[in-house]
């Protein structure tokens, strides 16, 4: 008698333990999936803000020069933009971050849609929509360059500093996050990212891309 009346009760004990034992395991694979780098994913994969790791400005880098720039690209020339960070405190140098390049037969078509034609030129703005993870507008939207001449843009991860995780150290984690670093493009606010062809160049500690148009850009993994 004695059996039966305690063996309900044991039962509801192991379940309770299962459960909080399940929970423990499903919260320890939660903490290794936010810390853990994701799958390195091909050009071309589609990816939501929320799952897509950053690579944010340095706890002691320091800002932007400017976080708004333009320049006129024309047919038939060679021309480039550059975006700086400011100078360290004592030093009269600083740190490139962005270098856009547009050759001399890169302009395709407009906006509109209408072809260059010789010596023509636009006016081409770059703005820093967001400076914590140094997204980065191109306009107008709608240019066209030849793919088989496309404008280049090259993002340096140099004032990192080794730490691209942001875990406050640099270690293999690092080296891990490192080989997955890619140009990533966004076409408009709330839309998801997308994983473009990307040349990591180590000994510089950038990444490089074709653009054959125009849309916002960061370097993430």
């Known amino acids: ?18 459960a909080a034992l399940l929970l423990t395991a499903a919260a320890a694979c939660a903490d290794d999936d936010a810390t853990s780098p994701p799958v ?11 799952q897509l790791h950053f690579v944010p400005v340095g706890r002691n880098t320091p800002a932007l020069a400017t976080t708004t ?20 405190a004592g030093r009269n140098d600083s740190t490139e971050y962005l270098r856009f390049r547009v050759r001399n037969k890169s302009l395709l078509r407009r906006p509109d849609g209408t072809s260059f034609g010789p010596n023509d030129s636009l006016l081409i703005t770059l703005r820093v929509t967001d400076p914590a993870a140094l997204v ?16 280049e843009l090259k993002l340096s991860f140099k004032e990192r500093g080794g730490d691209l995780n942001d875990d406050g150290r640099s270690d293999s984690s690092d080296d891990t996050v490192r080989s997955r670093l890619a140009i990533w493009k966004q076409e408009s606010l709330g839309l998801p990212w997308v994983k473009l062809l990307t040349t990591l160049v180590v000994g510089n500690d950038e990444v490089e891309a074709k653009l054959t148009g125009f849309t916002s850009y960061a370097i993430a993994y």
């Open 1 to 18: 008698m004695g059996t039966c009346r305690i063996r309900p009760a044991l039962h509801r004990v192991l379940r309770a333990t299962a």
């Open 40 to 50: 390195d994913l091909p050009p071309g994969s589609s990816v939501p803000a929320s």
């Open 69 to 88: 720039t333009s320049f006129w690209a024309r047919v038939g020339d060679n021309r480039e933009v550059r975006l700086y960070y400011r100078p360290r």
């Open 136 to 151: 980065v507008e191109f306009s107008p939207a709608g240019l066209q360059f030849d793919p088989n001449e496309p404008a």
